[in-house]
């Protein structure tokens, strides 16, 4: 889905609605604003909260995390290493806001012996991850823009940085990904630089 439509469609969701991003054969992404929420996130913004949700064929709905996105791109890169650099450049793309269906196509001809979704799937939940940063936690980030926090860690787990273990714990106690992947494009920290080139974070 383009990222602008993407956006407004989170933006416009009306409280108590679903709203399907897309949907494969035995999986369907959607979106949903609750009209309350629970006491843990009281100091949201109730007009801004929205919730994604995943729906695989024979199960109940859930509510995916960053972490699940991090560890079907960490399990592509291990079984084929040789397009790292590919998946690295879709979902920069991706992070640019460019449409993740045509980003795909590069890779959806190639077979990767381990994942948890279909790539479509992923692509999109990785589009609404960025989504979700840009829109809900603006104010807070220490980063600009905010949501190179998610994609510093997309860029790290997509690159192997450390056992997979040792990243998910820290992504899980939410500290900040290796500076390696962001300080260059985040405006600001003072190794901030302009046209940059594309991958400029792989030595």
């Not at 897309?22 to 913004?45: A, G, Q, V």
């Not at 879709?90 to 269906?101: A, Q, R």
């Not at 905010?146 to 690159?159: C, E, K, M």
Request: charged letters at 30%; proline letters at 6%; hydrophobic letters at 35%.
């Amino acid at each position: 889905m383009d990222y602008n439509h993407a956006f407004e469609l989170v933006k416009n969701l009306e409280f108590d609605t679903n709203k399907q991003i897309i949907k494969t054969d035995r999986e369907e992404l959607y979106i949903f604003r609750p009209s309350k929420i629970s006491k843990r996130f009281k100091n949201y913004d109730i007009n801004k909260n929205f919730q994604i949700w995943l729906k695989e064929e024979g199960k109940e709905p859930f509510r995916p995390n960053h972490l699940r996105v991090m560890l079907d791109l960490n399990l592509r890169a291990r079984s084929r290493p040789d397009l790292k650099r590919e998946m690295l450049l879709v979902f920069d793309k991706i992070f640019y806001h460019n449409y993740p269906e045509s980003e795909i196509k590069k890779l959806s001809k190639e077979h990767f012996e381990h994942s948890l979704n279909p790539l479509e799937i992923i692509a999109n939940l990785s589009q609404l991850f960025i989504i979700e940063q840009e829109y809900c936690y603006y104010k807070e980030s220490n980063y600009i823009p905010p949501t190179l926090f998610y994609q510093g860690w997309v860029r790290a787990f997509i690159d192997g940085y450390k056992e997979v273990d040792i990243m998910s714990l820290s992504l899980g106690n939410r500290q900040p990904p290796p500076k390696d992947y962001t300080n260059k494009e985040n405006k600001k920290g003072k190794d901030f630089e302009e046209n940059l080139e594309p991958l400029w974070y792989l030595h």
